[in-house]
């Protein structure tokens, strides 16, 4: 089996985990669905067991840890996959129900369901017509009093 060796890579890999020492970034994407909000995380490799999402007040916080699995007498050719902790910590801004949050993990995915609460869902005002004064002003003529 012949290997490549390119001295930029290992060197970019090795500075990499000298400056990296704390939780890795995960990649997400998100995007709104009708009435809740869809969060998507890769996270390849990773025991589910070790995802551990957290919400405090308005923060989303997703934790999981990708483990080194290695043999007796095993010996690394070639090592680029990251392991270690992944971190990533989302505002969730107002008019989120934070009570119903729910979560998948599916293929390497992370699927997170934030739902809008009902108080901040669009609704129509309906308007409606003021009516006019019941009471009315009268005259008499007899008297040229005013009576109400």
């Known amino acids: 089996m012949a ?3 390119d001295p930029f890579r290992d060197l970019d890999r090795m500075t990499d985990s000298l400056l990296r ?3 890795r970034l995960m990649p997400v994407d998100l995007f709104r669905d009708g009435d809740h909000y869809v969060l998507s995380a890769d996270l390849p490799g990773v025991d589910p067991g070790s995802v551990d999402i957290d919400v405090d007040g308005q923060l ?3 934790r999981a840890e990708r483990t080194l699995t290695a043999g007796d007498g095993m010996k690394w050719l070639s090592r680029e996959r990251m392991t270690g902790s992944f971190l990533r910590q989302i505002s969730l801004g ?3 129900d934070t009570e119903r949050i729910e979560a998948s993990y599916t293929n390497g995915v992370l699927t997170v369901t934030i739902p809008v609460s009902e108080r901040a869902k669009p609704r129509k005002i309906e308007v409606s017509l ?3 004064p019941q009471d009315t002003l009268q005259v008499s003529e007899t008297q040229g009093a005013v009576a109400s």
Do not use: D, K, V
Request: hydrophobic fraction near 40%; proline fraction near 7%; charged fraction near 5%.
């Open 94 to 96: 107002q008019g989120i």
């Open 130 to 132: 003021a009516n006019e």
């Open 60 to 62: 989303l916080t997703i």
């Open 21 to 23: 020492q704390g939780p």
């Open 3 to 5: 290997l490549n060796f």
